[in-house]
């Protein structure tokens, strides 16, 4: 096999080939910790179904929705090898106003066409299997379950050992935990702090002590993420995001009596039998009481 080509793993009952990003860009190997992560791509496959690569990486920072004029084409100077329109980068996208630049990559043109093409090839039987398991989507998100039906999109995160998730539509961006976050005199028990997002004051909550859950220290792994919630934006600490993912509804069911601040966000819980899993999923609005939402404007205000 190809150098960069680190071999195969079990996804979901289906095996995904893994490739190492750094070996594709001919950068020395490093020691894999526990920041790598697998990032899976959708590619198009044979018979016109989705194949799915996981592509491991040092680390993901952070998950963002960006304006598509922030976009712009690499300039041709930049482009590079044989074939300039083969090129892995294809474009540019300008943060916090141009001071920050992130390299926006083509998922199908890190590989070799060669390579790709072996990689479609299917055994006889193949395509009944796929048929038969779960399912790879255009988006890029593997199924949870190999259910029939109608499935919804969710964003999996996890606080003290426990699996949560919330519609994928809900978070705005995924962002890490800065070193310090500035508390303001005066406000509610319930906020952490506040961070400057690209120009706009964020409340920040931490999730652990608004379920009342032991504090944790903070961490690399951990991640605010960042809900629209009647209009506000409200940034939530959890301890990490595991993945995007499809949930069958035949696999929700309602929640069950809960105590506390989960008594009014559960909406439901999610079995996965196969994995041995079980995930609570929140309502969004319901993380932030009416009481609560009418003081957060006046943050921008006090941190001003």
Known sequence: MPA???GVTTLRDRLLPLVSLRAIFGLPPATRSETNKVVVVSLPGASGRPMAIGVVMD???AVLRVDRAAVTPLPATLAHGADRERGEIRSICRLDQGRRLVSVLSAEAMFDPTELAAWRAEPKGAAAQDDAGDRSDDTGDVTMSDTRGEDSQY???RLLGEDYGVPVEAVREIVRVPEQLTRVPRT???IEG???LRGTVLPVIDQRRRFGLAEAARSDRQ???VFVIQGQHVGFIVDSVSEVGRIPDAAIAAAPELAGERAKV???IANLTTQNRMIQLLDVDGLVDPA???ALPALGALAA
């Open 194 to 196: 506040v961070i400057n």
């Open 155 to 157: 964003v999996i995160f």
């Open 59 to 61: 680390k993901v920072n």
């Open 4 to 6: 960069h080509v680190l």
């Open 188 to 190: 509610p028990d319930f």
């Open 266 to 268: 559960v909406r439901g």
């Open 292 to 294: 609560e939402q009418a």
């Open 223 to 225: 991640r605010i993420m």
